[in-house]
């Protein structure tokens, strides 16, 4: 069986185009429709893993895949609006045509098949990153991935998570809780450095966890690194970048070009002048949040008390917080200049501790 259809009815009117995809088998005398599925945006309202179908699929939009030979497998790689994209998974299975999973993106490329923990199936990955981390043509982005997985008649999400019970206490499993711990935070190079001192304890062993595996975790964590650090290394404002990669002593060494004066200015140059200038409220919240994460995972990280310190200082300069996490910083790294200005130029009510 056989052939493949993707129509857009181009007389039906926007917003809400009509869009099919059906299958069809050779007759003596042609074709004959197998099954058929809605794509449109009236048909996938309500799904709870896309919110929408696509405004518009490319002629290349909709591709066979293979992920289980159990079923026919098909991709439809759709647009919406001005930028937006749509990624969807149907699979047939003789009798009926479905969507499995799905996905929309603020960008292009909301989603993509690949093998993702190197079992041999390809795995859905669809693409939750934040382009709005200001504005979408500012180009700072923050990634980040739902990822799913066949397991014998369905779709099921896979995520980075502790060891089942069973394990607790053993030596693979105190080093993969530190990496989920450190994951969660947004630190990863630290986050992959832990999941694989975990696998070397596992030996060849796999230990399940309530939605993956031990190497799930290590394959997740990969992926999630191998993205932070590619948008790190393709930022406009690397300084957020380094925070979202979990690299704080790299966001810091960014700003030891200027005098810790001008770092703590209504005009510092690490903000005028770049993309984050009118972005401030936004910059804030994020160094603030991610920094306050790291802190809560490793209260002994130096450089996040002077990130989140600058964060704070962003929002209002008068914040208290400011001069407790400069404390903080000094007395953990005495020896940093740096550290040790800002600590001066914002004196502690109270040593800190």
């Not at 050779?26 to 074709?31: E, H």
């Not at 984050?276 to 209260?299: C, G, H, I, K, R």
């Amino acid at each position: 069986m056989g052939r493949l259809q993707h129509r857009h009815a181009q007389l039906r009117p926007r917003p809400t185009p009509s869009h099919f995809v059906a299958i069809y088998t050779p007759v003596a005398d042609g074709w004959n429709e197998l099954a058929r599925l809605e794509i449109s945006n009236a048909a996938m309202a309500g799904d709870p893993l896309i919110d929408y179908g696509p405004d518009f699929v490319a002629p290349d939009g909709l591709r066979q895949a293979e992920i289980d030979p159990s079923r026919i497998w098909l991709t439809v790689d759709g647009g919406a609006g001005a930028h937006s994209g749509t990624f969807q998974v149907l699979s047939f299975d003789g009798e009926t045509l479905q969507q499995e999973v799905g996905g929309a993106s603020a960008s292009p490329g909301a989603g993509y098949l690949a093998d993702v923990n190197g079992d041999g199936q390809n795995d859905v990955v669809l693409n939750a990153t934040e382009y709005y981390v200001f504005c979408y043509a500012c180009g700072v982005r923050h990634p980040y991935f739902s990822v799913y997985t066949w397991l014998g008649d369905a779709m099921f999400p896979v995520e980075i998570s502790a060891l089942m019970m069973g394990q607790r206490g053993t030596p693979p499993d105190e080093a993969n809780s530190r990496a989920v711990a450190l994951a969660q935070a947004g630190l990863w190079p630290d986050a992959l450095a832990a999941i694989k001192e975990a696998e070397n304890l596992a030996g060849g062993d796999d230990p399940p966890t309530p939605s993956g595996s031990l190497h799930w975790n290590a394959a997740l964590i990969q992926l999630n690194h191998d993205a932070q650090l590619a948008a790190l290394q393709d930022s406009p404002y690397p300084l957020l970048g380094n925070v979202f990669f979990g690299d704080y002593a790299a966001a810091v060494d960014l700003m030891r070009a200027w005098p810790v004066e001008q770092v703590f200015a209504a005009d510092t140059p690490l903000v005028k002048g770049t993309v984050a200038e009118d972005w401030q409220a936004e910059l804030s919240s994020y160094l603030v949040q991610s920094a306050t994460a790291a802190l809560d995972v490793d209260p002994h990280r130096a450089p996040a008390y002077f990130v989140r310190a600058w964060g704070a200082y962003l929002a209002d300069p008068t914040d208290p917080q400011i001069a407790a996490d400069m404390a903080a910083a000094a007395l953990l790294d005495p020896a940093d200049p740096l550290f040790a200005a800002a600590a001066r130029l914002f004196p502690a009510s109270a040593p800190a501790s």
